[in-house]
T-cell receptor, first 115, second 115 residues
Framework: DAGITQSPRHKVTETGTPVTLRCHQT?????MYWYRQDPGHGLRLIHY???????DKGEVSDGYSVSRSKTEDFLLTLESATSSQTSVYFCAISAEQDIRTDTQYFGPGTRLTVL | AQSVTQLGSHVSVSEGALVLLRCNYSSSVPPYLFWYVQYPNQGLQLLLK??????LVKGINGFEAEFKKSETSFHLTKPSAHMSDAAEYFC?????????????FGAGTRLAVHP
């Protein structure tokens, strides 16, 4: 298994509070991604990173920010959590962009509940 | 724009029966396609991917998928279902935008295998 950990694995919080999710990798992969998984929607990309301090928005980025100060860590922050952000969040990593070798490896997920 | 549609959010088969999970894609360029599997309370794991090298792609755990351009399909099959195949399966297409490759996922198909 790819060395990807996510913390916390479960979190319950209240509307309006800030929340930070952490993704940590030991593979030294350049690319990192944050997805959310919701029933009927599959996985949707929130933000991604193509290097330290280099990040960009995905298809559902509103209400989320990210930071990557080290190769191994990619943080996802909900500045003011809302109930619509209740979801399961997955981090993924990949080493290459070449289709022959490009594979995204996924972490175990973080289940976030916003009350 | 690239997208995928998975037909059937739930599929139920008997142990030993054929598994067929359907995925149709939409793409303005030659697509690169993926199937991922998610076991309960776990992250996603790559089953197989199509990179234009061969239209019939073999993956892990006895699964395979055939790329059919004329039908814009990439259906996943397994000749004989096993109880351990019960999971959720996601089809995805590679999207190139913003200078980098991303994955666009279908909504998923949950496979149940009964004795």
């Amino acid at each position: 298994d790819a060395g990807i950990t996510q913390s916390p694995r479960h979190k319950v919080t209240e509307t309006g509070t800030p929340v930070t999710l952490r993704c940590h990798q030991t593979e030294n992969h350049r690319y990192m991604y944050w997805y959310r998984q919701d029933p009927g929607h599959g996985l949707r990309l929130i933000h991604y990173s193509y290097g330290v301090k280099d990040t960009d928005k995905g298809e559902v980025s509103d209400g989320y920010s990210v930071s990557r100060s080290k190769t191994e860590d990619f943080l996802l922050t909900l500045e003011s959590a809302t109930s619509s952000q209740t979801s399961v969040y997955f981090c993924a990593i990949s080493a290459e962009q070449d289709i022959r070798t490009d594979t995204q490896y996924f972490g175990p997920g973080t289940r976030l509940t916003v009350l | 724009a690239q997208s995928v549609t998975q037909l059937g959010s739930h599929v139920s088969v008997s142990e030993g029966a054929l598994v067929l999970l359907r995925c149709n894609y939409s793409s303005s360029v030659p697509p690169y396609l993926f199937w991922y599997v998610q076991y309960p309370n776990q992250g996603l794991q790559l089953l197989l991917k199509y990179t234009s090298a061969a239209t019939l792609v073999k993956g892990i755990n006895g699964f395979e998928a055939e790329f059919k351009k004329s039908e814009t399909s990439f259906h996943l099959t397994k000749p004989s279902a096993h109880m351990s195949d019960a999971a959720e399966y996601f089809c995805a297409v590679r999207l190139f935008s913003g200078g980098y490759n991303k994955l666009i996922f279908g909504a998923g198909t949950r496979l149940a295998v009964h004795p």
